[in-house]
């Protein structure tokens, strides 16, 4: 189960992502997953050489540890949860930065 506290501190995550873009802009984690190069490697619906992020969601689906798992697992990289291709780490990447794409991806399920 997702605790209440865990659901509020991602809507902060999230929230503050969001108030940091431009007024007109959507809550845009797209943007941000476009510039980090997440989208080299990932699609929403297909897999490239990750997983499709739709399938990301719908596996940890009611998981709460799932959010600060994938966070460091995409700062620091790693493997064996899909196939044999590792992600490679993503260290220039804010914690918090980190934290709210993976609450996104997470969304995309729902
Ligand atoms: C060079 C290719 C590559 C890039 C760039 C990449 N990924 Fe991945 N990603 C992968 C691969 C390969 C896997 C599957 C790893 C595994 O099997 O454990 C993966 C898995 C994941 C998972 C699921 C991890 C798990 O343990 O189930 C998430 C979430 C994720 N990526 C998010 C991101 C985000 C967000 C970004 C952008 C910051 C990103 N990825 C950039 C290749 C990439």
Redesign the pocket.
């Known amino acids: 189960m997702i605790t209440r506290n865990g659901v509020l501190s991602l809507l902060a995550v999230v929230s503050a992502a969001i108030s940091a873009a431009p007024a007109h802009a959507a809550p845009d984690m797209q943007a941000l997953?476009e510039k980090?190069?997440?989208?080299?490697?990932?699609a929403m619906h297909s897999k490239?050489?990750?997983?499709a992020?739709a399938d990301?969601a719908a596996?940890?689906k009611g998981d709460a540890e799932?959010p600060a798992?994938?966070a460091q697992?995409?700062r620091e990289g790693?493997?064996?949860?899909?196939?044999?291709?590792?992600?490679?780490p993503?260290p220039n990447?804010k914690e918090d930065e980190?934290k709210a794409?993976?609450a996104w991806?997470?969304s995309t399920g729902s």
């Not at 490239?48 to 997983?51: K, M, S």
């Not at 790693?78 to 490679?88: D, L, Q, S, T």
């Open positions: 997953a980090s190069g997440c989208f080299s490697c990932h490239i050489v990750g997983p992020f990301v596996k940890y799932a798992k994938l697992k995409v790693g493997k064996g949860a899909w196939g044999r291709i590792p992600m490679p993503h990447l980190a794409l993976v991806v997470l």
